[in-house]
């Protein structure tokens, strides 16, 4: 199982970060229970590369959606409040236009007819090869490349201003 962490480690914290935001820990370690848990029910006719990313994602949308990380994201403690005062006005607004940036990213992206969301989300952020994509929806590759295009197409339209 270590050989599996140290082989996954990079690909998962940055499917995690890309998805979440941030580094998350606990995220990232419950990847690694689940798979052991679950390596029984891998089929070999796909590759562990895939399956791994899929668990990743499916755990951080399951944290997105969760109450802890809506609770997190509204909750100011005192604490919160004193670090908050010792920040700079900058660094305050530009980690608030980040958020919202991704959150309208992720939005845009939910927004995508649904083979479009799955291709631009199994290659942006599953790391996913178009050979890979290709084996796992059972189409031709320039199918999964013209999917790209077209969703790549209307997200920019969707996000022009953010471009």
């Given at each position: ?11 998962i ?70 670090v ?23 939005d ?56």
């Amino acid at each position: 199982m270590k050989s599996l962490i140290d082989q996954y480690r990079n690909n998962i914290k940055k499917i995690i970060s890309n998805m979440t935001g941030s580094e998350n820990e606990d995220i990232e370690q419950e990847v690694y229970i689940r798979t052991w848990k679950n390596l029984d029910k891998y089929k070999e006719n796909g590759k562990f590369k895939s399956w791994i990313n899929t668990i990743t994602a499916n755990l951080c949308r399951d944290y997105m959606k969760s109450s802890y990380f809506r609770h997190s994201q509204n909750a100011v403690t005192e604490e919160d409040d004193l670090v908050q005062i010792r920040d700079e006005k900058e660094n305050v607004e530009s980690a608030f236009i980040q958020k919202q940036r991704q959150k309208r990213i992720m939005d845009a992206i939910d927004a995508l007819k649904p083979k479009f969301k799955e291709v631009i989300i199994m290659y942006e952020m599953q790391d996913m090869s178009y050979e890979e994509i290709s084996e796992r929806l059972k189409c031709p590759v320039g199918t999964i490349r013209s999917r790209l295009f077209n969703a790549r197409k209307e997200l920019s339209v969707t996000l022009q201003d953010l471009i």
